[in-house]
């Protein structure tokens, strides 16, 4: 009886740790300072939200494109991108101290995109501290 209740209790406390997309009215804009690159004008637009929960909520995200630093999300914050069609290779990882500072390595994932392409993706992690980028139509 106590291996079944502590495997319950392990169960609903993984559940409770994964990140969940944000709700239109919850999302904010990144400040300028923490945008660093593709801000001209380009032949495809990608938006970029970080999902909310407890898990790594007191660490940035780090986002790159085609492996350059290009912005720095907190929870519930979008940022927006123009980068040239074809291939692109969007990146994320966790940074900043103690916990942040774990280490787990860059997930990297490829997409194609086409000339005027607008295209939404999720900034999410994982109970064991993961990033990961996915396409999304929520937004």
């Given at each position: 009886?106590?291996?079944?209740?502590?495997?319950?209790?392990?169960?609903?406390g993984?559940?409770?740790c994964s990140?969940?997309?944000?709700?239109q009215?919850?999302?904010k804009?990144v400040p300028m300072?923490?945008?660093f690159?593709?801000q001209?004008n380009d032949?495809s637009?990608?938006?970029v939200?970080?999902?909310k929960g407890?898990?790594?909520?007191?660490?940035?995200?780090?986002?790159f494109i085609?492996?350059?630093e290009?912005?720095?999300?907190?929870?519930?914050?979008?940022a927006?991108f123009?980068v040239?069609?074809?291939?692109?290779i969007?990146?994320?990882s966790?940074e900043?101290r103690?916990?942040?500072?774990?280490?787990?390595?860059?997930?990297?994932?490829s997409?194609?995109?086409k000339v005027?392409?607008?295209?939404y993706?999720?900034?999410?992690?994982d109970p064991n501290?993961n990033t990961?980028?996915?396409?999304t139509?929520?937004y």
């Open positions: 009886m106590r291996k079944l209740l502590l495997i319950i209790f392990v169960s609903l993984l559940i409770g990140t969940t997309p944000p709700s009215n919850e999302i804009n300072d923490r945008v690159s593709y001209n032949s637009n990608i938006i939200v970080r999902d407890i898990v790594g909520s007191a660490c940035f995200i780090n986002f085609n492996g350059k290009s912005a720095k999300l907190e929870t519930k914050e979008r927006s123009y040239p069609s074809g291939e692109i969007l990146g994320a966790l900043g103690g916990l942040c500072s774990f280490n787990a390595p860059r997930r990297e994932r997409f194609i995109l005027g392409d607008v295209r993706f999720r900034l999410s992690i501290g990961d980028i996915m396409p139509t929520l």
